[in-house]
């Protein structure tokens, strides 16, 4: 069938072509304007600082806000709203000096009062309806010396204090703006010094944030990122792949696959804070006995469950920590494995084979309900028969594990951001802490609480190391692995740099 | 049934018989298949559905005699995992069907005999129960007691002898009225005989096709469950299971849902087509439903 057009409408379809491939072109040609569009899964539901410690916060927050100190991709911690700080008064005052010529989005100039201000708000009654306000209350008062100067008055030492003053709570917000709009505005438009300032942010939908003109420290290099929340991985994973997204954060294991074989897209993964580790009973059973511990840390391959299992993207762990946390012990290695040695040591505690023992774990999560399986296997090797039991979650962490309730082992997955093992180490075992059941050791009391009274790192490092390489003695824990953080990018966008604790940052992002 | 018989091979009487019903034919082929697979699972592949084996995890189907369906992400063999995991469904579906059909039928049968407040009391009762959406009533006892094959069992009797206690009530009302019942009465018979031996074979038909249609549905139940995490513990091979473990590799690895999903699906189909005939044959007039 063909169709004959008369010059009318002949001249018509011309001119429609030729306007829709204006209306096309024209965007591209006189604004030539470049937005990055990203995907993540979670929507942290309020911007506001003092709110949240969702990670994914901290993957929208840390293109808006910025803190006294900045820490990036690196992990070195260097000046940021601050251009220097110092310890008076025998450690229990430091001081700040702040950076000139900053303003926040709105024009609102920072100076000391407004750092005074957003620490009065996180330590007061507005903090105190947020989960951040108990990360900072070794701080006593913020006291403004003059313009540019601050003075950090201390309630008791805090050596993490530093580290934490780059992330979350901390951030520094605007007086001004807060007092005018409110603290429900605040909320979904905030105002900050960073990078991009929010130009639209509509829960559950996405945030859009635009590149900020006064930027004191550069020029972000597109003029918008779309940050679009789908909580749904395939859908996520399919949008990356078909070039709907360009960044595609909080990548599931199975979908790693996908990701590597399409050329489009690169998968890019790095260290992240997060350990997995199956504790022991140490006070009930026959993991009394560290020998029986250690047999059951050198019958599992890990190195085996995590290139085939985990696909290679994650890292072996001596401690319940990563290479990247300080306090990491780089002489310990991981447990080899051995299985001759594990069933010589369970011979030598007098366990018959076939003995039964139990692994609780949350249920919902994927990765470790496969790893618990393969434990089992790899435990059947050697003569103990292991009973894989899920929980629901809440049952687990309410009930099971801090009533110690727990079969002979039992999941453990931890990591804080500050990648500081002491936020680890304490919860893990020192003496009476909620998830702790069964630990009780003096000399890990001791050494624990010997490294919170000091700001001296060398001291701290050493007091930690020696926690760690006092539980790898005693194998107090079976270390399995760190798990990586994981991104799906595409290939057009260039100069993105992963973050290891999902806090993205796009300043430096160009897309082709 | 007839007392004449026609000098036919018996492959023809077969076939003119009330037997070559197509769902008869295709419903026990199914049905008989899966029970003999399942009772043989052991001998069949003795230690094959949990030997994990992470060298060939993710193996495709049909590449080896080793591995005929593919392997799982650990690399444990699926036809093997599919055979064993049969035991956890058909022990689920007709254990729990039994066990509702006698707890519903005798409070049924009484409660419909004998009317008054047991009557009342049952049935308003069972009103309450019918209520409850199931999944949201184990997800809340599962939370509490637990997770275990044991505990659905118990939790679907709980939940469905309702249903047999209304049906057979239904059919008790109408039958306590009918001469032969008041006769053996007049006859002096104990309530209990009455009950049993008169009122009760007469209720057998719907209660029969009610059983084959509720053991295809809790196989179905059970799936869901263990997909939810609220079944049998990972180690033990069950088909929810191998659902719930499999979804995330749906895009590179499909035949890790694939398979069991067709267990799941011929296994109900078999006995939904069983039960179809049995209706057929047990009531073909078509009086219950």
């Given amino acids: ?512 | 049934m007839s007392d004449i018989k026609p000098k036919t091979s018996w492959f023809l009487r077969f076939f003119i018989s009330r037997y070559a019903s197509f769902e008869f034919i295709v419903g026990t082929f199914l049905t008989v298949t899966l029970v003999l697979l399942v009772l043989f699972a052991s001998i069949l592949f003795p230690d094959g559905a949990t030997k994990v084996n992470l060298a060939a995890r993710l193996t495709e189907p049909f590449q080896s005699s080793e591995f005929f369906l593919g392997t799982d992400p650990l690399g444990r063999d699926i036809l093997a995992r599919i055979v064993h995991g049969g035991k956890i469904s058909l022990l689920v579906g007709l254990l729990s069907a039994l066990g509702a059909v006698v707890v519903g039928t005798v409070v049924g049968l009484y409660a419909g005999y004998y009317r008054g407040w047991l009557d009342t009391f049952v049935m308003r009762f069972a009103d309450i129960q019918l209520a409850l959406p199931f999944i949201l009533l184990a997800i809340t006892i599962i939370a509490i007691v637990g997770p275990g094959t044991d505990r659905i069992i118990i939790l679907m009797i709980v939940s469905q002898w309702v249903q047999y206690a209304r049906l057979v009530r239904g059919a008790v009302l109408s039958l306590r009225e009918r001469e032969f019942v008041q006769a053996a009465r007049s006859y002096g018979l104990s309530n209990t005989k009455i009950i049993f031996s008169h009122i009760l074979p007469n209720a057998m038909g719907p209660l029969i096709i009610l059983l084959t249609l509720n053991v295809a549905n809790n196989i179905l139940l059970e799936s869901s469950l263990t997909f939810l995490g609220l079944g049998a513990d990972p180690q033990t091979p069950s088909w929810g299971g191998m659902l719930s473990e499999g979804r995330n590799y749906v895009q590179t690895a499909w035949w890790v849902t694939v398979f069991p999903g067709i267990a799941i699906m011929l296994t109900v189909l078999g006995l939904n087509l069983l039960g179809d005939w049995l209706r057929d044959e047990l009531d073909p007039l078509g009086h219950t439903r």
């Fill in chain 1, 1 to 512: 069938m063909s169709y004959k057009l008369n010059s009318f409408s002949r001249g018509a379809v011309c001119a429609t072509l030729l306007a829709s491939a204006l209306t096309v072109l024209m965007p591209a040609v006189s604004f030539a304007q470049t937005t990055l569009n990203v995907a993540q899964r979670q929507d942290p539901q309020n911007l506001d600082p003092i709110d949240t410690f969702s990670l994914s916060w901290g993957s929208i927050a840390s293109n808006i806000f910025e803190g006294l100190v900045f820490r990036g991709e690196d992990l070195q911690l260097q000046p940021g709203l601050a251009t220097s700080w110092e310890f008076l008064d025998n450690e229990t005052r430091i001081r700040f000096n702040l950076r000139k010529g900053v303003a926040f989005h709105n024009g609102e100039p920072f100076n000391a009062d407004a750092v005074k201000y957003t620490f009065d708000r996180l330590l007061g009654a507005e903090g105190e309806k947020g989960p951040q306000r108990s990360n900072y209350t070794s701080i006593k008062e913020v006291v403004v010396v003059d313009a540019h100067t601050v003075d950090f008055l201390m309630e008791r030492p805090d050596p993490v204090l530093i580290t934490k003053l780059a992330g979350y709570g901390a951030m520094i917000v605007p007086p001004k703006y807060i007092e005018e709009v409110g603290e429900e505005a605040f909320d979904l438009k905030p105002v900050g010094t960073g990078p991009f300032e929010v130009a639209e942010y509509t829960p559950t939908v996405g945030a859009k944030l635009a590149k900020s003109d006064t930027y004191w420290n550069g020029e972000a290099k597109v003029d918008a990122v779309n940050i679009r929340f789908i909580s749904e991985d395939a859908t996520r994973i399919a949008e990356l792949l078909s070039g709907g997204v360009d960044i595609a954060l909080n990548i599931p294991k199975p979908s790693v696959e996908t990701i590597r074989e399409n050329e489009r897209v690169d998968l890019v993964a790095v260290d992240g804070p997060t350990v997995v580790i199956t504790r022991f009973n140490t006070e009930t059973g026959i993991t009394q006995d560290p020998r029986v511990r250690r047999a059951i840390a050198l019958a599992i391959d890990t190195d085996a469950i995590i290139e085939s299992l985990l696909g290679g993207l994650a890292s072996p762990i001596s401690s319940a920590q990563g290479e990247k946390s300080f306090g990491n012990a780089p002489d310990l290695t991981p447990y080899a494995y051995d299985p001759e040695q594990a069933r010589a040591l369970l011979a030598e505690a007098g366990i018959a084979p076939g003995t039964e023992i139990t692994l609780d774990f949350p249920g919902n999560y994927d990765t470790f309900r496969e790893v618990s399986q393969v434990l089992a296997a790899y435990l059947d090797m050697v003569g103990l028969k292991l009973n894989v039991r899920p929980h629901e979650n809440s049952v687990y962490y309410n009930d099971i594990q801090p009533n110690g309730k727990t079969g002979e082992l039992y999941y453990f997955g931890w990591g804080g951001w500050t990648f500081d093992f002491d936020n680890t180490a304490y919860l893990l075992y020192h003496t009476g802490e909620r998830q702790n059941a069964y630990i009780s050791d003096e000399k890990l009391d001791a050494l624990l609480e010997s490294q919170r009274t000091t700001y001296d790192t060398d001291v701290r490092r050493k007091a930690l190391q020696d926690v760690a390489r006092y539980s790898y003695e005693n194998t107090l824990d079976l270390p399995l692995y760190n798990e990586a953080t994981l991104y799906g990018v595409s290939t057009r966008v260039e100069g993105f740099v992963p973050a290891p604790d999902d806090r993205a940052r796009y300043m430096n992002v160009t897309v082709k």
